[in-house]
């Protein structure tokens, strides 16, 4: 079946701009994870969704992040007024229910100039 | 404070060597979950396995297998007569989850490099 989707593949934006990264979780998962991967290190949690709602979002960096799921399947993750601290890879992980194993869609790579 | 900690950085083998990577974790918590994930240089995180913190039996799976000691907060995973498509950044990962939170914490992974 199809596993976790991520669009855009890479991302260039410019210092000071908006930009939405969206994940599509495996049909059926409720729950869904946005992490962050810097170059050389492991990735970073930043959000936990469970249906529609943010479970735990002790990880976002500040409130320029925030993360949204309406109808309990697609997600975004809002960035505003980008930095260039904010380029790394976002990846989505997605799990049946919060004690499943979560499997990880291929990341969006964002690049702030 | 949790955390993961995976001491090797990179590794090099040559090709049919075995090789173990290191993993040792902290927390307080009771109940949590084990896992390792590998990245080869596509980027996308390969589940392995995922053990939970009552199951300390070791585990084989062709030629990966996983050592979970509760005793010294260690998981290794070892491979076996490794290959070149072994070649990827390995991370040991440690899951809690409570009823306000679940999150996965990534040690900063060790990368294997496998050569003919």
């Known amino acids: 079946g199809a596993g976790v989707s991520q669009t855009p593949s890479n991302k260039v934006t410019e210092k000071g701009k908006y930009v939405e990264l969206r994940c599509d979780p495996i049909s059926g998962h409720t729950a869904l994870y946005w992490y962050r991967q810097s170059l050389g290190q492991g990735p970073e949690f930043l959000i936990y969704?469970?249906?529609?709602?943010?479970?735990?979002d002790s990880g976002l960096p500040n409130d320029r992040f925030f993360a949204v799921r309406p109808e309990g399947s697609v997600s975004t993750l809002k960035i505003q007024r980008t930095e260039r601290g904010d380029s790394a890879v976002y990846l989505c992980?997605?799990?049946?229910?919060?004690?499943?194993?979560?499997?990880f869609g291929p990341g969006t790579r964002l690049l702030v100039l | 404070a949790q955390k993961v900690t995976q001491a090797q950085t990179e590794i090099s083998v040559v090709e049919k060597e075995d090789v173990t990577l290191d993993c040792v974790y902290e927390?307080?918590?009771?109940?949590?979950?084990l896992f390792w994930y590998k990245q080869p240089p596509s980027g996308e995180l390969v589940f392995l396995i995922r053990?939970?913190?009552?199951?300390?039996q070791n585990e084989i799976s062709g030629r990966y297998s996983w050592n979970f000691q509760k005793s010294t907060s260690s998981f290794n995973f070892t491979i076996t007569a490794s290959q070149v498509v072994d070649s990827a950044v390995y991370f040991c990962?440690?899951?809690?989850?409570?009823?306000?939170?679940?999150?996965?914490?990534f040690g900063p992974g060790t990368s294997l490099s496998v050569i003919p």
């Open positions: 990962a440690l899951e809690l989850f409570k009823t306000s939170y679940d999150k996965v914490i």
């Open positions: 969704f469970q249906g529609t709602g943010a479970a735990d």
């Open positions: 992980a997605s799990s049946s229910d919060r004690a499943g194993t979560q499997y």
């Open positions: 053990r939970n913190s009552f199951d300390e």
């Open positions: 927390t307080r918590d009771t109940t949590y979950y």
